[in-house]
């Protein structure tokens, strides 16, 4: 299966090449393609319609600096336009949901650093291969076999390849945005993914027992956005606790979500 890495800046491409090796160590049955030519010239350009004609999943490298940049805004556009939505995605390199902007936003976004938001990102492109695809414990345990040697180099590419625009600092309407989208990300996937152990889920599935089948960071992930915007909004941290463990949360874990929030908030 052709997959389409597209990438804009030095950041993006490193990034992309170290993708593309990734997904053929992981599943052997996808041939990654991305271009390293810098020359956007006619030969160049045909070559890139060519292999779009022929891509079956997109993957959109996406940064702080090149998410407005017209040639990633009209591959992406290509990408989209010839394949479902659903085999489309963006890989935040350094943004969060809320950073992103336009019409991208509407893509399933990936964090290349989560390892649980990679998993599925490898869980989706596995499914594209229908019958190809690998067996559920086969996949898993590929995955983890390279998952240590994927964020060990994407935190080099990342620290050897300085961004050259400060992120700005994420307000509590940014958090709440955020919060919807991881949401609506996990539910549109969730038609699509089939995550190991777990069995097939398509738009019937009864979705009132969904999180038992997904990956706890994901829930755990939500919580803490949640956290961080009670936070922004002044409730105090001993309430957070008590609304915590009023849930169902026990003390301990609440008082670690709690602590975790703070240095998040403390770090931007």
């Given at each position: 299966?052709?997959?389409?890495?597209?990438?804009?800046?030095?950041?993006?491409?490193?990034?992309?090449?170290?993708?593309?090796?990734?997904?053929?160590?992981?599943?052997?049955?996808?041939?990654?393609?991305?271009?390293?030519?810098?020359?956007?010239?006619?030969?160049?350009?045909?070559?890139?319609?060519?292999?779009?004609?022929?891509?079956?999943?997109?993957?959109?490298?996406?940064?702080?600096?090149n998410q407005h940049e017209p040639w990633i805004q009209f591959e992406s556009g290509a990408i989209a336009k010839r394949l479902d939505k659903s085999w489309v995605c963006t890989l935040?390199?350094?943004?969060?949901?809320?950073?992103?902007?336009?019409?991208?936003?509407?893509?399933?976004?990936?964090?290349?650093?989560?390892?649980?938001?990679?998993?599925?990102?490898?869980?989706?492109?596995?499914?594209?291969?229908?019958?190809?695809?690998?067996?559920?414990?086969?996949?898993?345990?590929?995955?983890?076999?390279?998952?240590?040697?994927?964020?060990?180099?994407?935190?080099?590419?990342?620290?050897?390849?300085?961004?050259?625009?400060?992120?700005?600092?994420?307000?509590?309407?940014?958090?709440?945005?955020?919060?919807?989208?991881?949401?609506?990300?996990?539910?549109?996937?969730?038609?699509?993914?089939?995550?190991?152990?777990?069995?097939?889920?398509?738009?019937?599935?009864?979705?009132?027992?969904?999180?038992?089948?997904?990956?706890?960071?994901?829930?755990?992930?939500?919580?803490?956005?949640?956290?961080?915007?009670?936070?922004?909004?002044?409730?105090?941290?001993?309430?957070?606790?008590?609304?915590?463990?009023?849930?169902?949360?026990?003390?301990?874990?609440?008082?670690?979500?709690?602590?975790?929030?703070?240095?998040?908030?403390?770090?931007?």
């Open positions: 299966m052709e997959v389409f890495i597209s990438w804009s800046g030095d950041r993006s491409k490193a990034v992309a090449k170290l993708l593309k090796e990734w997904l053929g160590d992981v599943i052997q049955y996808v041939d990654p393609w991305i271009s390293t030519e810098m020359d956007r010239g006619s030969a160049w350009f045909e070559q890139i319609l060519n292999q779009l004609g022929k891509t079956s999943f997109g993957i959109v490298c996406l940064t702080a600096e935040l390199v350094d943004l969060g949901y809320t950073d992103v902007k336009g019409p991208l936003q509407n893509f399933n976004h990936t964090s290349p650093g989560d390892k649980e938001s990679m998993r599925l990102l490898i869980s989706t492109l596995n499914g594209a291969l229908g019958e190809d695809g690998l067996k559920a414990d086969k996949l898993d345990r590929a995955f983890e076999t390279h998952w240590g040697t994927f964020k060990a180099r994407f935190d080099r590419a990342l620290s050897g390849n300085q961004p050259n625009q400060p992120k700005a600092e994420r307000n509590a309407n940014d958090l709440m945005i955020e919060i919807l989208g991881t949401v609506r990300s996990i539910d549109h996937r969730l038609v699509h993914v089939k995550l190991p152990g777990a069995p097939l889920i398509s738009e019937d599935v009864d979705r009132t027992n969904i999180k038992n089948v997904l990956p706890y960071q994901y829930w755990e992930r939500i919580q803490q956005l949640t956290i961080l915007l009670e936070l922004k909004q002044g409730t105090s941290e001993d309430e957070i606790r008590s609304m915590l463990i009023h849930n169902g949360v026990e003390p301990m874990f609440a008082e670690l979500a709690v602590r975790k929030a703070v240095e998040e908030l403390k770090a931007e």
